[in-house]
């Protein structure tokens, strides 16, 4: 269900922003900040709730926060296009976009255990919760914080103008439109990717191999340092091969792997 929504809320908002106009960005980023972090918050707070309580509330707010996360970070994806108009440059912020975000990813992997057990004071069941929501606690602080410093340092210099089209006229345009084909395509099986990878992670460290949590997670470290480590090569690639080109190449020897 929350991957429903989420699916949905993507294309949803980037419809509204381009009904709206880029302008909007910021201001989005900025007044969605704060409900970001509450609900990023609640999804992890063990409140004493009946199982079925739990299990409703847990869903609730997990999609709430889907939604709102969808709402923010897909403007926010889309402001490299509106502060260059060199193809070059918005490679360029997009890869260092997600070289901070694979050096966040690689610290939570690394952190997120054993700040958990020494934040809650101990190994018991009750210490884990304490201390997973004080430690989900200061990460929502520190994200509302990220997206407010997003939304005020990055400006948005060629904002598009808003789209008076219908959505038919729209997505008609868009099936058309072969890059953007192509980069769905590519979102897509990178995705699928990125989810079996993580997903199957802590299954085959306890599983297949018999280790523990830790182990898990330092499988996952590992494969976010690989994933660091690939980033700077984007922009050579880019140029050398073009975008498209770059990103198939990339998916075939994913796939490989």
């Not at 070289?99 to 884990?128: D, F, K, N």
């Not at 058309?176 to 995705?191: I, Q």
């Not at 690989?226 to 090569?233: E, N, S, W």
Request: net charge positive.
């Amino acid at each position: 269900m929350a991957r429903v929504v989420d699916a949905f809320c993507d294309p949803a908002i980037g419809y509204v922003v381009d009904r709206i106009g880029g302008l909007i960005v910021p201001r989005l980023i900025r007044s969605l900040a704060i409900p970001f972090g509450i609900t990023g918050f609640l999804c992890f707070l063990a409140l004493p709730l009946s199982p079925t309580g739990k299990v409703v509330c847990a869903g609730a707010t997990y999609i709430v926060f889907g939604a709102i996360y969808s709402c923010i970070n897909t403007p926010y994806g889309a402001l490299a296009v509106m502060m260059s108009r060199s193809a070059s440059q918005r490679v360029g912020l997009n890869a260092f976009r997600m070289m901070g975000c694979q050096a966040g990813s690689l610290l939570v992997a690394l952190l997120t255990i054993p700040a958990i057990t020494w934040l809650g004071g101990g190994e018991s069941a009750a210490q884990h919760r304490y201390g997973m929501a004080v430690y989900v606690l200061a990460l929502s602080v520190f994200g509302t914080f990220l997206w407010l410093c997003a939304a005020r340092g990055c400006a948005v210099r060629y904002p598009p103008a808003p789209v008076r089209q219908d959505l038919v006229s729209t997505l008609r345009h868009l099936l058309g439109n072969r890059r953007w084909v192509l980069s769905n395509l590519l979102a897509f099986f990178y995705f699928v990717g990125q989810a079996a990878l993580f997903g199957f992670a802590l299954y085959y460290a306890s599983i297949v191999l018999g280790g523990t949590e830790q182990l898990g997670a330092n499988i996952i470290t590992f494969v976010t340092v690989l994933l660091f480590a690939g980033v700077p090569a984007c922009l050579p690639l880019a140029r050398r091969m073009g975008t498209v080109g770059a990103g198939i190449i990339c998916l075939i020897v994913q796939g490989i792997a």
